[in-house]
């Protein structure tokens, strides 16, 4: 007899999921992100810089994250590696919904995050599923649902906010 969670995706260890995201930072850290993935890709998604406030230390946080565009949007996951609960990136932006992105090849840019609700989410859901066909088999395994991040771009960082702390732009993200 076949149970739901039978068939629901095997997924890699914990512990296989953190190093496997700090070498991909340090590669995207030593390569000036051209190892970054584009939408363009055969995986019909790219990776990003996403650039943080913390919220509770108020420090500058950074993590590589999967994306998909949405005319000049850009369209993130909240999944947390499929396991349980949100992942810190979101929880900070639901705080501070200010940060900073950086893609393969561009400058850094402003942005402001909001998680899509009714129609818009389901739209993006289903863009997501289009390109990832375990998507909801995934999404299945967990309790929670996963939101779906919307980032508006707000334009380049200026020099004052490059000098301004707390924003998730104190710096450009080449001199960090």
């Known amino acids: 007899m076949s149970t739901a969670n039978d068939q629901l995706p095997k997924l890699p260890p914990a512990w296989f999921k953190h190093a496997f995201w700090r070498v991909h930072r340090a590669l995207h850290?030593?390569?000036?992100?051209?190892?970054?993935?584009?939408?363009?890709?055969?995986?019909?998604?790219?990776?990003?810089?996403?650039?943080?406030?913390?919220?509770?230390?108020?420090?500058?946080?950074?993590?590589?994250?999967?994306?998909?565009?949405?005319?000049?949007?850009?369209?993130?996951?909240?999944?947390?590696?499929?396991?349980?609960?949100?992942?810190?990136?979101?929880?900070?932006?639901?705080?501070?919904?200010?940060?900073?992105?950086?893609?393969?090849?561009?400058?850094?840019?402003?942005?402001?995050?909001?998680?899509?609700?009714?129609?818009?989410r389901d739209r993006l859901w289903q863009r997501w599923a289009e390109i990832d066909v375990g998507l909801d088999a995934y999404a299945s395994g967990r309790s929670t649902t996963t939101p779906v991040v919307v980032l508006e771009p707000r334009g380049e960082p200026t020099e004052r906010d490059r000098l301004t702390t707390g924003h998730g732009a104190s710096r450009t993200l080449a001199e960090r």
């Open 29 to 120: 850290r030593l390569s000036g992100g051209r190892f970054l993935w584009t939408p363009a890709s055969k995986r019909g998604w790219g990776a990003l810089r996403l650039t943080t406030v913390g919220r509770k230390s108020g420090r500058d946080r950074s993590v590589i994250v999967g994306y998909i565009e949405d005319g000049p949007n850009l369209v993130m996951l909240a999944m947390n590696g499929w396991d349980e609960g949100h992942p810190a990136w979101w929880l900070n932006l639901e705080t501070h919904p200010d940060a900073t992105v950086r893609l393969a090849h561009h400058r850094p840019c402003l942005v402001h995050a909001q998680a899509a609700t009714g129609e818009e």
